[in-house]
C-alpha cells in the first residue's frame, strides 16, 4: 500500500520524495515538519497522514512566480534561504485580493512566509511573543507591541488555489482559519486562529521593496516586476506616523497659542504716553500740538502702537492728524484718527450711531525716542479738551494665525492623504485620485 513514507527515498540528493504521479524525484528539505508536498513537475498533492486526500485536486497548470522555483537560494544579511514551497492564495469569496506565499528556509532551519501580492513583497515569521489572545478579544482596537502602535487593517478568511514544494502545515484544509492583520508601517502583525482545536498562530514581519528581495536573490527581474497598489504594510508619506505628526502638531500649535497669549499680556495695552489737547471751537484746524518725548522699546524692531483719541462730542466729529517723529532719524510716519458720535429721536424711537473715541494702529516702529506732532479738525462749536493717549497694541493674533493656519493646513493635507492611501491599501480605490464606490 502506497503511503507518505514509501515515496521518500535517499540518493545524491540527499533525502527526496518520488512523485506517485509523474516519478519525478524532488529534493526534500524540511522531511521531519513535512505535512503537505505538492510535486513541481505535475502538481499532484501529497498529504502526510492521509495520503489520498488529495491527489484528485487540480494543480497542473498553476502559474506560480518565476523568480522562485523551487530550490532558488537567496541571502540577505548574510543568511541564506532556500525557497521550498510556492501557494497561489486568496481571500474567499474575493478572488481578486489574491497573493503568492513563498515559504524560505534558512540555513539555521527556521521557515518564513515571503508574500507577494501585485509586486509588494512582505516577509514574516512565526513569533511566539505576540499577545494573540488580548488582542483578539478586543480585535479592532489600536495596540502596542514592542513600542509601536498597531492599527487594525482586515479580518478574513482565505483559499489556497494552487500550490508546489513543501509545507509544514496543511496547505490545503485553510476554510476555517480566521486571519486578522495589523499594520504598523513597515512592520505587520498576522494572527491566525483555527476553527478546529482554537489553535491560534501568530506572525510577525514588514514591508519588502522589490529592489530588497531584487539583491536578496541577485535577479533583477523582480525589480523591474510591475507593481500595482499599496503594499499590505507599506510605509507611506515617507513612512512618518501620522498619529505621531499630530500630536506633535497639536502640541506646537498649543504651544503657539500659549506662548502668544502669554507675550500679549505682558506687552499688550502697556501704555507709552497720553496728553490733552486743546481743540478750539472757534478755528479749525486747531492750533499744531506737540507732544514730550517719549520711548518705544528699543529691543523690537517691529513694535505695533495704538493710538487712541477721545473727547466729548454730541452730534459732532473730530478728526486727529497724527505724525509720529523719530527723534534720531528725523523719519516721520503720518496718520490719522476720526472720531464722531450722533444722536437724536426720530418717530418717537431714540437713536445713536458712532463713538466718543477713535483709535488707529501703526506697525513696524522701531524702538527709540520719539514724540507726536498733532493737528485737529473739528465741527465743535465749543472749545474741548482731546485726550491722545498711545499703548502697546498686538499682532499676536495674526502672528499666531500666521503659524496655526499652515500647520492646521498641513495637518489636513497630511491625514487626507493618509486615508486615500489607506483606502488604496485595503483595495477599496485604485488611486489617490478615484472616487470611494
Known amino acids: 500500500m502506497t503511503n507518505f513514507d514509501s515515496c521518500i527515498t535517499v540518493n ?18 524540511i522531511q521531519h515538519k513535512l505535512q503537505t508536498f505538492a510535486c513541481p513537475n505535475c502538481g499532484k498533492i501529497h498529504d502526510r497522514l492521509y495520503f489520498d486526500k488529495y491527489l484528485k485536486i487540480p494543480n497542473k497548470n498553476a502559474v506560480f512566480l518565476k523568480y522562485f522555483k523551487i530550490g532558488t537560494v537567496g541571502t540577505f544579511e548574510g543568511v541564506k534561504y532556500t525557497v521550498i514551497g510556492q501557494a497561489h492564495k486568496h481571500v474567499a469569496y474575493r478572488h481578486a485580493d489574491k497573493w503568492d506565499e513563498i515559504l524560505l528556509l534558512s540555513e539555521t532551519g527556521e521557515i518564513s512566509f515571503l508574500n507577494c501580492s501585485y509586486g509588494n513583497y512582505t516577509w ?24 509601536r502602535d498597531y492599527d487594525f487593517l482586515q479580518g478574513y478568511n482565505y483559499v489556497s488555489k494552487y500550490c508546489i514544494g513543501e509545507f509544514h502545515y496543511d496547505v490545503i484544509d ?15 502583525i498576522s494572527i491566525e486562529k483555527h476553527a478546529k482545536g482554537g489553535r491560534i498562530d501568530t506572525f510577525s514581519g514588514r514591508h519588502m521593496t522589490r529592489k530588497q528581495i531584487s539583491a536578496m536573490f541577485n535577479d533583477y527581474r523582480i525589480e523591474s516586476q510591475e507593481k500595482e497598489g499599496i503594499g499590505i504594510a507599506q510605509p507611506v508619506l515617507g513612512g512618518i506616523s501620522v498619529r505621531t505628526f499630530n500630536k506633535v502638531c497639536l502640541a506646537l500649535i498649543g504651544l503657539v497659542i500659549l506662548t502668544s497669549i502669554l507675550f500679549s499680556a505682558i506687552k499688550s495695552h502697556r501704555p507709552i504716553f497720553q496728553e490733552n489737547i486743546p481743540v478750539s471751537g472757534i478755528v479749525s484746524p486747531s492750533p499744531d500740538f506737540i507732544s514730550k518725548s517719549f520711548y518705544i522699546d528699543s529691543n523690537s524692531t517691529n513694535n505695533y502702537l495704538e493710538f487712541t483719541t477721545t473727547a466729548s462730542l454730541s452730534n459732532e466729529w473730530i478728526e486727529t492728524a497724527l505724525t509720529l517723529v523719530n527723534e534720531a532719524s528725523g523719519e516721520e510716519r503720518e496718520f490719522g484718527v476720526v472720531s ?3 444722536s437724536g429721536v426720530d418717530n418717537g424711537y431714540s437713536w445713536a450711531e458712532g463713538s466718543n473715541m ?9 524702538g527709540g525716542r520719539y514724540h507726536i506732532k498733532a493737528v485737529v479738525y473739528s465741527s465743535t462749536t465749543t472749545d474741548k479738551n482731546l485726550f491722545l493717549q498711545a499703548h502697546y497694541g498686538s499682532t499676536e493674533v495674526w502672528n499666531t494665525l500666521i503659524i496655526v493656519l499652515p500647520l492646521l493646513g498641513i495637518m489636513i493635507i497630511i491625514n487626507l492623504l493618509k486615508n486615500r492611501y489607506e483606502l488604496m491599501r485595503k483595495g477599496e480605490i485604485d488611486n489617490l485620485f478615484e472616487s470611494q464606490a
Open 124 to 147: 514574516l515569521r512565526e513569533d511566539h511573543t505576540i499577545p494573540a489572545q488580548e488582542i483578539l478579544s478586543n480585535i479592532e482596537t489600536v495596540f502596542k507591541f514592542q513600542d
Open 12 to 29: 545524491e540528493l540527499g533525502t527526496a520524495f518520488k512523485c506517485t504521479g509523474c516519478q519525478t524525484v524532488t529534493k526534500l528539505h
Open 174 to 188: 485553510v476554510k476555517n482559519i480566521k486571519c486578522s492583520d495589523y499594520i504598523s508601517p513597515p512592520y505587520i
Open 358 to 366: 477713535g483709535t488707529v494702529g501703526v506697525s513696524s516702529v522701531p
Open 340 to 342: 464722531e458720535y450722533y
